[in-house]
T-cell receptor
């Protein structure tokens, strides 16, 4: 059975801090790992990672995958209150079915 | 505007009634998915369809049914056999069943009393 574990489950930071969100996985026939941001409604796509060691970057957000150690991290630098959300990690295995972790609730205080 | 629409946004039903949730996409995507989200549980896959007239059970299909008669539409029926139907339901689509990102609709919050 495919499995995704995210940590920590929640954290509170102040604006300007840098945060690192963790995602470890066990999956049969790994195809990709995806990060989503969810603010009360539909998750919005952030990154898809398929290769180890190649950093994906978008503004203050970046992510990297380690296929040997089976984990990924999502970094957010210079956090803003608008970064407050639930961050979901998902892995695509056989048939590209996505298995999601429980999510990390990030609260950024002014 | 291209995207995924779900209706209604909120739905209330009495226990014992079947209810159908709508999901429509105009992205020309082949694959569509239904997820259920409960507090602290993340998203769990109910059903998915990789092509018209074909669909497969996900991890928690019991008490649910789907159809895929048109590429654009993938309705989900929550039957009276579903023991805990109150949840937030999300529909998603992707280009095809390959390693592509899934795009999500706004969700339907179903409350059954």
């Amino acid at each position: 059975e495919d499995k995704v574990v995210q940590s920590p489950l929640s954290l509170v930071v102040h604006e300007g801090d840098t945060v690192t969100l963790n995602c470890s996985y066990e999956v049969t026939n790994f195809r990709s790992l995806l990060w989503y941001k969810q603010e009360k409604k539909a998750p919005t796509f952030l990154f898809m990672l398929t290769s180890s060691g190649i950093e994906k970057k978008s503004g203050r957000l970046s992510s990297i995958l380690d296929k040997k150690e089976l984990f990924s991290i999502l970094n957010i630098t210079a956090t803003q209150t608008g970064d407050s959300a639930v961050y979901l990690c998902a892995v695509a295995g056989a048939n590209s079915k996505l298995t999601f972790g429980k999510g990390i609730t990030l609260s950024v205080r002014p | 505007d291209g995207g995924i629409t779900q209706s209604p946004k909120y739905l209330f039903r009495k226990e014992g009634q079947n209810v159908t949730l709508s999901c429509e996409q105009n992205l020309n995507h082949d694959a569509m998915y239904w997820y259920r989200q409960d507090p602290g549980q993340g998203l769990r896959l109910i059903y998915y369809s990789q092509i018209v007239n074909d669909f497969q059970k996900g991890d928690i299909a019991e008490g649910y049914s789907v159809s895929r008669e048109k590429k654009e539409s993938f309705p989900l029926t929550v039957t009276s056999a579903q023991k805990n139907p109150t949840a937030f339901y999300l529909c998603a689509s992707s280009l095809d069943a390959g390693p592509y990102e899934q795009y999500f609709g706004p969700g339907t919050r179903l409350t059954v009393t």
